[in-house]
């Protein structure tokens, strides 16, 4: 569960930052 989550926040902050 935890890991799963982790890897939507990166994937998401990376796009914020890709943005």
Same mark, same amino acid.
């Given at each position: 569960?935890?890991?799963?989550?982790? $890897?939507? $926040?990166? &994937?998401? &902050?990376? &796009?914020?930052?890709?943005?």
């Amino acid at each position: 569960m935890s890991g799963r989550h982790d $890897k939507e $926040k990166g &994937v998401n &902050v990376q &796009v914020l930052l890709r943005c």
